[in-house]
């Protein structure tokens, strides 16, 4: 596992004078998974997938295979928790009604949606039937006919094998579901629909036994995990799926939280996500009596303190790598669930992340490298050096968010380095990420340097993701005044390379900007009133059209705050600042 970290400067670093020389320490280095020896092992590695992949379709889409399926019928299932999350009642409204909205895309499927050819996401969170809660939260006797009978369409439209609806995390997804929605399903069905529903729950386990983990990427293991342990723990014959389940989640969670907390895919999205499976998978075992391996209690107490570390002052997630803001109540219940304590920390060296609090303001910094990860649905974004910022309950600063709809051209744009608060040159991105979300280019190195003194805080930055295309070395430095009211920047680029320069700040929906006639300042307003004035030197300040995809599933419209210039022979600096304008007392 790749160890990052960001050293403690013994002198501080003025607030935006040019340091000397390169302004690093060969002690503040930090390497991420960028070099490469791992661009050559994982693309290793993801030539093993594809051929695996090729291996299993030819051997489990064979119309024989699902004879090797066959095996007793469980008589019952045993008892188990509930499902404990709330569900959307709209959306269950929505399903009952024959349309299916999920990522941000509605299919309307009458009779069946079994049929139904849409993207691969899509089709995962069909199969997957976590919506099952959705229904539930109707509590009609109507919602449970229509779960039966999705379940039982299921059931006859995939006797085969599928490569997405067996795929083994949407099907560990799908047992899990089924376990917990088990009365939910069963409470006044037929006879008939009881055994249907055992002897599906029965072939499944067989087949994720037989293929777990698969090639599968890291954070998609622990839903075959978690499928495993509640088929397990449901089904009495089942012992060995609870067992197999047990021993994956032990070998993956050491590999998949660093030491600090973070998940390796470096995303908020993914760290409140396996939180609240691995919260689950707790509350499953103390049902059962169950001894909670350490591994599972540990990585909990790590991802929820980290999952503290990368929410606003509104109580939502910042936008990094493929996350959107989620919901507060959700992010506070799932804390709950899983019993954390602990404060979030100033710095998180090995996900490659600072965070600054001074008075009502949070800055988020990325100081990290783009994870390498295989394709999933959290995929890693070229926002290496961007930041987030708010003021109390209030967004001003933001990454563009996390595209979740079916529209490939849309998901490459919100993971470009320009729909993120960082400096683009000649519209490249700092990474260069492929459309399937494989990262074919990243920085080979970050660099982290922090210092506070007497509440003051100053980080320093730097990457090379555009050495190689470029010749250039991008650094920032941030540093926040111990008031909150005062936070200033330094964006530097030193070689010989590129044309123009775009220093870019995305601007939430909620604030309104407007530049002021002397061209170097722009006014902001928050929604409540509060207000702000950014001033830089160095560039032509201009504001530009936006997009904001930080609510899951909707699109709106903002605004950026652009620095734009041309690269001389001296490279190029540019000095930023937003202060908070004093509050107006009424007359």
Not at 36 to 45: K, N, R
Not at 176 to 200: M, N, Q
């Amino acid at each position: 596992m790749p160890k990052t970290s960001c050293a403690y400067e013994t002198e501080p670093m003025s607030p935006l004078d040019g340091a000397e020389g390169n302004g690093f320490e060969p002690s503040d280095l930090y390497t991420h998974t960028g070099s490469a020896g791992s661009a050559f092992s994982a693309a290793v590695e993801r030539s093993l997938w594809k051929f695996r992949a090729r291996i299993e379709a030819a051997l489990y889409g064979n119309p024989l295979y699902p004879f090797f399926l066959v095996g007793k019928t469980p008589r019952r299932l045993e008892a188990t928790p509930a499902d404990p999350w709330p569900g959307d009642r709209k959306r269950g409204e929505a399903i009952l009604d024959r349309a299916f909205p999920f990522l941000g895309v509605t299919v309307r499927a009458d009779p069946s949606p079994w049929q139904v050819e849409a993207d691969p996401r899509w089709l995962a969170e069909l199969h997957g039937f976590a919506w099952l809660r959705d229904l539930r939260a109707i509590g009609s006797d109507a919602a449970r006919r229509r779960a039966r009978e999705l379940v039982v369409g299921w059931v006859e439209a995939n006797r085969a094998w599928h490569p997405i609806g067996w795929r083994a995390d949407v099907l560990g997804t799908r047992l899990a579901s089924w376990v917990s929605h088990g009365e939910f399903l069963c409470a006044s069905a037929e006879d008939r629909f009881r055994k249907s529903f055992l002897a599906a729950l029965g072939r499944q386990v067989r087949h994720l036994l037989r293929t777990a983990p698969g090639i599968l990427p890291g954070p998609a293991r622990i839903a075959v995990a978690k499928g495993l342990i509640y088929a397990g723990a449901a089904l009495p014959t089942q012992e060995r799926a609870l067992q197999a389940g047990l021993h994956l989640l032990e070998r993956e969670l050491p590999r998949q939280v660093h030491p600090d907390g973070g998940h390796v895919s470096r995303s908020p999205a993914v760290q409140l996500t396996m939180l609240r499976d691995l919260a689950e998978i707790r509350l499953l075992l103390h049902a059962m009596h169950r001894e909670v391996p350490n591994a599972l209690q540990t990585a909990m107490d790590r991802l929820g303190v980290l999952l503290r570390f990368f929410r606003h002052g509104d109580g939502r997630l910042a936008l990094f790598n493929g996350a959107c803001e989620e919901e507060g109540w959700l992010i506070d219940m799932v804390l709950t669930r899983a019993e954390v304590l602990g404060n979030p920390p100033r710095s998180a060296p090995y996900s490659g992340f600072e965070r600054l609090r001074a008075g009502r303001t949070l800055v988020l910094f990325d100081t990290g490298v783009p994870a390498s990860v295989p394709p999933g649905n959290q995929q890693p974004h070229a926002g290496t050096l961007s930041f987030e910022m708010s003021s109390g309950k209030e967004r001003l600063v933001v990454n563009c968010g996390a595209y979740v709809g079916g529209q490939e051209e849309w998901r490459e744009i919100i993971r470009s380095t320009a729909a993120h608060s960082t400096v683009t040159v000649d519209d490249k991105n700092s990474s260069q990420i492929a459309s399937d979300g494989k990262v074919r280019r990243r920085p080979s190195q970050v660099l982290c340097r922090r210092d506070e003194r007497d509440g003051n805080v100053w980080v320093e930055g730097g990457h090379d993701g555009y050495r190689a295309p470029l010749g250039l070395i991008h650094r920032r430095r941030l540093y926040l005044a111990a008031n909150g009211e005062d936070l200033r920047g330094e964006d530097r680029l030193e070689g010989l390379g590129g044309s123009r320069f775009d220093v870019r700040f995305h601007l939430h929906p909620g604030v309104s900007a407007s530049l002021a006639q002397d061209g170097f300042t722009v006014l902001l307003r928050l929604p409540k009133g509060e207000g702000w004035k950014f001033h830089a030197i160095g560039g032509d300040i201009h504001l530009e059209k936006s997009v904001y995809l930080g609510e899951r599933g909707k699109m709106q419209r903002s605004e950026q705050i652009v620095v734009s210039g041309m690269l001389a022979e001296s490279a190029a600096c540019v000095k930023w600042a937003f202060r908070r304008l004093p509050t107006q007392k009424p007359a």
